[in-house]
């Protein structure tokens, strides 16, 4: 009974701030507008943007004469076939240059988008089973080399199907294998959609999730800031000196702020759906569930830092230096292309819960849903048991 008491005083302390009404209220709002307003281009009608074409240099070292470009006509390898289909020349406009240091001074001036060297000898090394390689020299604009690399690289894998044929049948293999990489088809650039349905979501839809999901997690920072503010104002002792102990004290704040967060959640998800006309999906069961693990990682996040930080000041930073980069990490501010950063991002409670959401938004089943939801649990666990462990060591008292 007294938990539910600091409980219920915690949540009407909160919602009579206005400051703390406008950040969770208000602020989530304002943000998702702004955001799904300004980028609704990169997520035009539920779909994705269309990917602008990339203009790519191709440099192949040739011993005719200088500034003689005839030379890229004996590329060969299949090369200039898989570059002539379709498909691929609706994503890379391809340019054949004489030299590596055109092609630089083209990305430089941003008159091209991509470049790629090939050796003289390549064929000639790729048919003789020896290691041969390309210089693939990205440029200016992160997708368009993302885009131009993951083709490339699709030719140099059949490449290598090619090489290891050799290695493996002799000369006899070549024409089979040669045959069927001059006859490379459509298949290695498909546009698809991230679900059977066919459905994507919207600019608002990846914004109103990343939001929330950012949110939910500075619920904590209310929760730190209420812990901390009890033993700077000296109040502790005073609720120390009433039959109530400790521990019901912390978790009745835990308890009261967790509300709040809540209620910020019910808000955000109604608000969007009826302003923005946000789809959340049609499982509002596992929808809840996620909300509810992401605001006990935010409690458990909070504890630890406040506990084990030597100031209230120190606590808040870090824990908001913490939400930024989970929160940049995966790609709640903005989808990054970048493998490094996207790997990074999966030790992050925002990857999860975001993943999930969105997906719940696409329509897909439960099944698909859960290993996000049992990753994000996971998470959780291992935040809840670093909690007890730090209230343990270190208590809540002055």
């Not at 069927?180 to 679900?195: G, K």
């Not at 509810?292 to 120190?314: D, E, R």
Request: hydrophobic share 50%; charged share 15%.
């Amino acid at each position: 009974m007294k938990l539910f008491t600091i409980a219920w005083f915690e949540l009407r302390t909160l919602t009579r701030t206005r400051v703390v009404l406008l950040n969770l209220f208000l602020l989530p709002m304002v943000l998702i507008f702004i955001l799904g307003s300004a980028l609704t281009g990169n997520f035009a009608d539920g779909t994705e943007a269309s990917i602008e074409t990339a203009r790519v240099m191709i440099v192949e070292a040739t011993s005719q004469p200088e500034g003689n470009a005839a030379g890229s006509n004996g590329i060969g390898l299949g090369l200039k076939e898989f570059l002539g289909s379709p498909l691929v020349g609706q994503r890379l406009q391809i340019e054949y240059i004489a030299s590596r240091e055109e092609a630089v001074e083209a990305l430089t001036q941003r008159e091209a988008d991509y470049a790629v060297v090939i050796p003289q000898d390549f064929e000639q090394r790729v048919l003789a089973g020896m290691e041969a390689h390309w210089e693939l020299i990205p440029g200016k604009d992160s997708m368009k080399n993302h885009v131009a690399e993951i083709i490339f690289q699709a030719y140099l894998d059949e490449v290598n199907r090619v090489q290891a044929a050799i290695i493996a049948l002799g000369p006899n293999g070549l024409r089979e294998a040669m045959g069927t990489a001059i006859a490379l088809d459509s298949t290695y650039v498909e546009t698809a959609s991230l679900n059977d349905q066919g459905k994507m979501y919207s600019a608002f839809q990846y914004y109103a999730a990343s939001m929330l999901i950012m949110f939910l997690l500075y619920s904590g920072l209310t929760a730190s800031i209420s812990l901390s503010e009890e033993k700077r104002n000296k109040t502790l002792y005073r609720l120390n000196a009433m039959p109530v102990s400790t521990l019901e004290i912390f978790t009745g704040k835990i308890a009261g702020n967790s509300l709040v967060a809540a209620l910020q959640a019910a808000v955000i998800i109604s608000g969007t759906s009826l302003l923005y006309g946000v789809d959340w999906g049609n499982h509002l069961g596992l929808l809840i569930l996620i909300c509810g693990l992401v605001v006990m990682a935010s409690m458990m996040l909070a504890v630890i830092i406040t506990l084990l930080a030597k100031s209230s000041a120190v606590a808040r930073s870090v824990v908001v230096t913490i939400i930024v980069v989970m929160t940049f990490l995966s790609g709640g501010f903005q989808p990054l292309p970048i493998e490094l950063v996207q790997r990074l991002g999966e030790f992050t409670v925002n990857h999860w819960a975001l993943q999930g959401t969105l997906r719940l938004m696409l329509g897909v089943g439960p099944a698909e849903v859960m290993p996000y939801i049992l990753m994000l649990g996971l998470c959780c666990g291992l935040l809840l048991i670093a909690g007890i462990v730090s209230y343990r060591k270190v208590g809540y008292h002055e």
